[in-house]
């Protein structure tokens, strides 16, 4: 579809809705892929504000207009992914003369492939092929969310065998309805599923938090991820992947004598909308949409002591681009409904 008959469609839906603020924005170009979505590049950030429209209603309705889904990117999102990507392969031409662990040396060049594939995206769809993992063994931190969810189906679709660790963190982070679904959709994937005791030092973490002595998602965090490491030492894993999405470029990928960790969605410069994508294609659904566990939903009830640092982590995602201001409204909208009277003083 052309350029001037989006805008023109653009226009006149903005017309309807009453929308005047600006001027007409640029549309450079647009992408049709395969599956059937649109891609349309403007200009920045401003003119893709506009159309979007307010709660993103001109872009629904163009949507259902030309009857495909569609994604609005600014020209300097899509410079920012790609600085992103050429850090990333920068980090992994140091490793890569630098490695002297086979298994890591071949999973780096998956990953490069993966990355020139995402230097050409929107313009083209990325492909996910068998033979760029050739089947090499990589242990996955798996959490059950949508980013890691991501990152296990990538690395599946090209050919990894990937193994997904879940720490058994039990009721206090995850009910058994979650954990039912994240083993049924490992089965699904036909990916091997272990779950890995916790460190001991999480039920102190777990009463701090409850008295409001700490937030805990960083000290968990450091916790849940010694456990993947140690795990992935002991099983005579070459490669951790997470599902991390904030520590992008060089930071993506650490190497820790023989075990390698890659932070695959940030190694890809990978949005949340992207990881969310990838994960309902492939069948993955999420029954409880909302920021943290449920031990951080438990905290922030608690008031604005632990409340402030959870919404200050949705901002950095924000700020980084991996959330859309509409998503991180919804995160947020999740802390502060968690607090038991905010709703009944909202309406006072």
């Known amino acids: 579809m052309k350029p001037e008959l989006i805008l023109a469609l653009v226009q006149d839906i903005r017309d309807e809705l009453g929308l005047d603020r600006g001027v007409s924005p640029i549309i450079g170009q647009v992408f049709a892929h395969p599956d059937g ?3 349309i590049v403007t200009s920045d950030r401003s003119e893709k504000s506009l159309l979007l429209g307010p709660g993103g209603r001109v872009a629904a309705e163009l949507a259902k207009r030309v009857m495909q889904p569609v994604t609005i990117y600014g020209a300097d999102e899509i410079l920012l992914k790609k600085h992103r990507l050429e850090l990333t392969l ?15 040396w071949s999973v780096l060049q ?22 760029i993992g050739h ?15 991501a990152a296990l189906v990538i690395l599946k679709e090209c050919g990894f065998e990937p193994e997904a660790i879940v720490v058994d963190l039990q009721h206090v982070f995850l009910d058994q309805r979650e954990m039912a679904e994240m083993v049924e959709w490992c089965s699904h994937l036909n990916v091997k599923l272990t779950r890995i005791p916790q460190d001991e030092a999480t039920s102190e973490v777990v009463r701090r938090a409850r008295e409001c002595k700490i937030h805990p998602c960083g000290e968990c965090h450091a916790l849940i991820l010694a456990c993947f490491l140690r795990y992935a030492t002991e099983s005579n894993h070459s490669v951790l992947v997470t599902g991390e999405l904030l520590p992008a470029g060089r930071q993506a990928i650490v190497e820790n004598g023989r075990l390698l960790t890659i932070h695959l969605p940030a190694a890809l410069s990978l949005t949340k909308h992207r990881t969310e994508h990838i994960s309902k294609t492939y069948g993955r659904s999420i029954s409880r949409k909302q920021f943290g566990c449920r031990l951080v939903a ?6 604005w002591m632990n409340m402030g640092p959870s919404i200050n982590r949705v901002l950095r995602e924000l700020q980084a681009g991996i959330l859309t201001t509409g998503q991180a409204l919804e995160y947020i909208k ?12 909202s309406e006072e």
């Open 334 to 345: 999740t802390i502060v409904k968690s607090v038991p009277d905010m709703e009944s003083d």
């Open 110 to 131: 998956g990953l490069r492939k993966l990355i020139t594939q995402e230097l050409k995206f929107p313009e083209e769809s990325c492909v996910f092929e068998k033979s």
């Open 37 to 39: 979505s649109l891609h």
């Open 90 to 104: 920068r980090r992994i031409e140091e490793l890569t003369s630098s490695t002297g662990v086979e298994a890591h």
């Open 298 to 303: 438990d905290t922030n009830a608690n008031g």
């Open 135 to 149: 089947g090499e063994r990589v242990a996955v931190a798996f959490s059950g969310g949508i980013d890691s969810s």
